[in-house]
């Protein structure tokens, strides 16, 4: 099976622009988990989607942070303006509503903001 | 809550050494525990999971055991291989009463020829 699509896999951006990514899931997986992994750190969720609902969002700084999934397949996530401590990999997962942990990454967006 | 604690790395060990990476976590319920593996440019990679106490995980030659009296999913290997240089990440999921990851910091291991 196809895994899941993530782009782009790398952007440079300056503090205060914006930038989104986008993520396509694995075909069937109800959710969908978008996590930030900062250098020497593991990943952190920012905000998890069950079809086209948001089951939580606690992490997402929402002042500057947006996500969406649309029709319950493709989800984009946004950040504007962006600052320095942005500076991080984006990972977007898939997975079967009712599995332990069976996820499937993505390869990551690596974001660079000078 | 929910957090799982790793020892501090890098790790750097010869061919054909023995491996251990400790792995600790505190959880509410009965979580899940997984091993994942980063290679250098690439994602994250289930290597080993277990749902319940006493389980044992297993993969490539990796093995850790899911022990709820000390809280612990150590991972080991019997004799490493250049191959197995990456990043190496302990988390849980509090499955069935969520499904989202809890990881540590990670540990990077560097195995020398």
């Known amino acids: 099976e196809a895994g899941v699509a993530q782009s782009p896999r790398y952007k440079i951006i300056e503090k205060r622009q914006s930038v989104a990514f986008w993520c396509n899931p694995i075909?069937?997986?109800?959710?969908l988990y978008w996590y930030q992994q900062i250098l020497g750190q593991g990943p952190k969720l920012l905000i998890q989607f069950q079809n086209n609902g948001v089951v939580d969002d606690s992490q997402l700084p929402k002042d500057r942070f947006s996500a969406e999934r649309l029709k319950g397949v493709d989800s984009t996530l946004k950040i504007q303006p962006a600052k320095l401590e942005d500076s991080a990999v984006y990972l977007c997962?898939?997975?079967?509503?009712?599995?332990?942990?069976?996820?499937?990454f993505g390869s990551g967006t690596r974001l660079t903001v000078v | 809550g929910n957090s799982v604690t790793q020892m501090e790395g890098p790790v750097t060990l010869s061919e054909e050494a023995f491996l251990t990476i400790n792995c600790t976590y505190t959880a509410t319920g009965y979580p899940s525990l997984f091993w994942y593996v980063q290679y250098p440019g690439e994602g994250l990679q289930l290597l080993l999971k277990?749902?319940?106490?006493?389980d044992k995980g297993s993969n490539k030659g990796f093995e850790a055991t899911y022990r709820k009296e000390t809280t612990s999913f150590h991972l080991e290997k019997g004799s490493v291989q250049v191959s197995d240089s990456a990043v190496y990440f302990c988390a849980l999921t509090p499955f069935p009463t969520g499904n989202q990851f809890y990881f540590g910091t990670g540990t990077s291991l560097t195995v020398i020829p």
């Open positions: 277990a749902t319940k106490a006493d």
């Open positions: 997962a898939s997975s079967l509503i009712k599995a332990p942990g069976g996820y499937t």
């Open positions: 075909s069937g997986h109800a959710t």
